[in-house]
């Protein structure tokens, strides 16, 4: 191996996870390898502007009729309409019904902020119910927002899988009205998503209790592979005619993370007025959205050869996901790495939950210069056929004693 890391260095980083890329970026070994980040990357290790991304932009650059005019609060009418659309169905009863209200804000963050402002102003239960653990951002967010924070039962470590009878006892004993954050696809950090039977239980127990879905869906598409599949969750709820929340975000299906596209949609019988106050919340906030990342959604969803071009990159990338949990999961078999490594190829989406310990994660970035978060979570999206062996072999190292 290389010049090894200092022991604090090391620890430093993997406890601080805004600081792994920064040690990553400032380590000069050849053979280092940064796992931390949530973006998607190549087999060559680079980021991707999908082409057809490209080819809505340069279509946007041509069109010397443009302007850049503010948008309207509710952000770009063509966005709002199609984005729904994506995530509910085209053929969605509640979008049939007009009973969907959409809004047009910044990513996905942007989207829940708003949602979570809006709700504690005007739903009469202030308290959010978020995933044990879930992505570092939701417990900081709603309380900003008005909103109080309880947790809910959802990874099991032993079994690197679902707690899923802890999670339904969680939900049952939860106030009556309460809001529950959700993730449709590909839940962060850990990957373990509920079957669809597990999620037609949680349903009838939520619609029972009177608790309301505030979906994130952040990985439509990026996940299976199918953007109808990532959406069945929460078209369950939408059919059940009850009301729902959803936050998209273009980022990762889209690859536009610096542009910051996202939509808020609310499903209620009172979807006209909804949209009056979610004016309230957005108009002092940021007062209107960004217009060009919106238009090259727009551009590309309202197209049928673009939109069918996107759905083969968006699986393109998926597959290649998949791909490395397999080629992961077959190395560290071929290795006879102690213990059962099926949940790497069980659990979907983005990232890995490993089951190594912050010890473990220490030792391999010092002796292996590979960085991940202290939890031992991964991203695969990080992760090429070239490193597969590398990554395996710090792996086996650190299980076998070596930490």
Known sequence: MSAQIPDLFCLAITRVGNLVTVAFNKDPSPIKLNLSVGAYRTEEGKP?????????EQLLVNDQS????????????????LSAKVIF????????????TTVQCLSGTGSLRVGGEFLARNYPQ???????????????????????????RYYDPPTRGLN????????????????????????????VDPTIEQWEQIRQLMRSKGL?????SAYQGFASGSLDADAQPVRMFVADGGECLVAQSYAKNMGLYGE??????????VAIRVESQLKLVIRPMYSNPPIHGASIVAT???DRNMFNEWTVELKAMADRIISMRQQLFEALRARGTPGDWSHIIKQIGMFTFTGLNSEQVAFMTREYHIYMTSDGRISMAGLSSKMVPHLADAIHAAVTGGA
Request: glycine share 8%.
């Open 48 to 56: 991707l502007v999908p082409n057809v991304v490209r080819k809505a």
């Open 212 to 216: 309301l879905p505030f979906f994130d």
């Open 89 to 100: 169905g085209a053929d969605s009863p509640a979008i049939q019904e007009n009973r969907v």
């Open 260 to 269: 910051h596209v996202g939509a808020l949609s609310i499903s209620a019988d």
């Open 164 to 191: 899923f009878q802890g999670l339904l006892e969680d939900l049952s004993s939860a106030p009556l009205g309460a809001i529950v954050l959700l993730h449709a696809c590909a839940h962060n950090p850990t990957g």
């Open 126 to 152: 202030r308290t959010i119910d978020i995933p044990q653990p879930t992505w570092g951002n939701h417990a900081k967010l709603f309380p900003l927002a008005g909103l109080s924070v309880k947790t809910y």
């Open 300 to 302: 590309i969803l309202k």
């Open 66 to 81: 443009r302007v850049k005019e503010y948008l309207p609060i509710v952000g770009l009418a063509d966005f709002n309409k």
